[in-house]
């Protein structure tokens, strides 16, 4: 049995946040400024009452119905976030609760912007050792509870979201083909959040020196980026047994616009069609792949037999990479 991506789906909160609205907020900077270094135009921020949770919910639904499968049908529920709505218990239990998925074990992946590759590489190991089990793979992220806005260099970056996926059996000659995760944890210090867990639990001081904030060293994830993934993805395509000339659609971190102009270049993929939100939405974490395959899903893009690399990248530094032969789904 061949394993493969059966339905998909994404939910983008409803306030518009655009660079000429950020810029009154964020000191030093301007909207031609933010577009003109990131290629973010817009992103969107989650309301007052939404947690993450609530944005996995919605995509969790839409993507099961595009997969016809009702919600007792699912065995396993991974839920990708490093912005979860408590330290415990797992987000994917409150979106279980909220969506009845009451059969499935469920499971919280922190692999920051690589996670929902991540959690999708172990829904493939789950439903191959299990024949006729599905998974249901959510990331969510809600970045904009935790941007520094005094800090430019990541309060522009950043947007909420939420992308999903169902992972079950599919035709033979379609699915899941390949996948590589990797990490470089000596390089743990460029992307984090320093306070709020046991090394500096929350506390007076962590709150006045701004601890919970997320802190990232930009030109450090550049330099790491450009020098780390491009092999990284050379050796998951020679065992594959294909050629970047060989893929048809990247569907990569929507990190900065700029930034995947020069990866994608660096990795020879620019014979494929890159799909960007990055434009629209920003980076939304985790859900930036699964948020782009959705669009790219629904648009009508992705043909049957196309083959499709996800690249997901982010704190550790983490990196996740699955290249699979395009499933149609049949509620497209």
């Known amino acids: 049995m061949s394993i493969g991506i059966i339905g998909t789906g994404s ?6 946040v655009t660079n000429a609205e950020l810029a009154q907020r964020v000191p030093g900077t301007t909207a031609e400024q933010i577009a003109g270094k990131t290629d973010i135009h817009a992103r969107r921020f989650a309301a007052a009452a939404e947690a993450t949770s609530d944005l996995a919910v919605v995509a969790a639904a839409r993507a099961l119905e595009q997969a016809g499968l009702s919600v007792d049908r699912i065995d396993y529920l991974i839920v990708s976030t490093s912005t979860g709505d408590h330290p415990q218990p797992p987000t994917s239990c ?3 609760d909220r969506i009845g998925a009451y ?3 469920c499971f919280d992946v922190n692999a920051v912007c690589a996670g929902f590759v991540h959690g999708l590489v172990l829904a493939q190991s789950l439903v191959a050792a299990r024949p006729g089990a599905h998974a249901l793979v959510v990331a969510a992220d809600l970045y904009s ?8 260099r990541t309060a522009v970056l950043f947007g909420d979201g939420a992308g999903a996926a169902v992972v079950g059996g ?3 000659d379609r699915g899941l083909a390949e996948f590589d995760l990797a990490s470089r944890g000596d390089r743990h210090d460029v ?4 306070a709020g867990g046991s090394r500096r639990p929350a506390s007076v001081k962590t709150l006045a020196d701004g601890g919970h904030f997320f802190r990232m060293k930009g030109r450090d994830v550049t330099d790491i980026v450009l020098h780390e993934v491009p092999p990284f993805v050379d050796k998951l395509l020679a065992r594959a047994g294909v050629t970047a000339a060989d893929v048809d659609h990247v569907v990569p971190h929507q990190a900065n616009g700029k930034l995947l102009g020069q990866l994608v270049e660096r990795c020879g993929l620019t014979g494929a069609s890159t799909h960007r939100t990055v434009e629209k939405y920003g980076n939304v974490g985790s859900a930036s792949v699964p948020v782009t395959l959705d669009e790219a899903n629904r648009a009508g893009l992705l043909a049957d037999g196309d083959l499709v690399l996800l690249l997901g990248f982010g704190g550790g530094m983490s990196m996740g990479a ?6 149609a789904p049949a509620g497209k």
């Open 11 to 16: 939910y983008l909160p409803e306030w518009v």
């Open 94 to 96: 409150l979106v279980q």
């Open 103 to 105: 059969g499935a074990g």
């Open 145 to 152: 509870r935790i941007l520094d806005f005094d800090d430019r």
């Open 170 to 172: 599919v035709a033979d």
């Open 191 to 194: 992307i984090w959040v320093d």
């Open 322 to 327: 699955s290249l699979l032969r395009w499933a």
